[in-house]
């Protein structure tokens, strides 16, 4: 069995058997998460409200990394062909109005959300406060509405955080020198324990 077929079987035991993600109908709120964050639309009214509270540096930065994140996200699916989960019929994906059928990998929703949210954490620790729940809840979202397997999530997770530490400048910045340290102690456990 080589790495790919090992990958797929470990995404399909963790979302398929898994009794943490339920085949019934998601709560109206993740729904909600999922379709709003299409294309990136959630995080204008997320800006918008961290400029009202005066973060307007805050909220340009987190909106740059988006826009650049997103198309890096879709040129990635390109060249990544990967089918998504065969879940038509559940309840769980028939809650959504949409039926993607591009490729997989990256969740193009957690690459913007990871840079939004990794940008806004880098240049303000009071606006990740609010704004970290609502990407997990958007990356959850495309789980549990059965949309994407799990590693499309982590690696779109990841993808948008390296997009918005490169925009920060990693190598210039110590605070995103830190970010990226905490992010990789975060991240590590998770591939290690299913390598």
């Not at 988006?66 to 769980?92: C, K, Y």
């Amino acid at each position: 069995m080589n790495g790919e077929d090992e990958l797929e079987e470990l995404d399909e035991d963790s979302l398929h058997n898994s009794e943490a993600l339920p085949t019934r109908r998601p709560h109206p709120v993740i729904i909600a998460a999922s379709v709003t964050a299409r294309g990136g639309l959630l995080w204008l009214p997320v800006a918008g409200l961290l400029a009202l509270a005066g973060k307007r540096k805050t909220a340009k930065r987190a909106l740059t990394a988006a826009a650049v994140a997103m198309p890096i996200g879709h040129l990635i699916s390109v060249v990544v062909h990967r089918r998504r989960p065969e879940a038509a019929t559940m309840p769980a994906r028939q809650a959504l109005p949409e039926h993607p059928d591009s490729s997989s990998f990256p969740s193009k929703h957690a690459v913007t959300a990871a840079a939004f949210g990794t940008a806004a954490a880098l240049e303000d620790g009071e606006a990740a406060v609010f704004v970290t729940p609502l990407v997990l809840l958007v990356a959850y979202s495309r789980l549990r509405t059965r949309v994407h397997w799990p590693t499309d999530v982590l690696g779109g997770l990841l993808i948008g955080a390296v997009v918005a530490l490169a925009q920060a400048g990693i190598g210039r910045s110590a605070k995103a020198r830190a970010t990226a340290c905490r992010l990789a102690a975060i991240v590590r456990p998770v591939f290690s324990d299913h390598s």
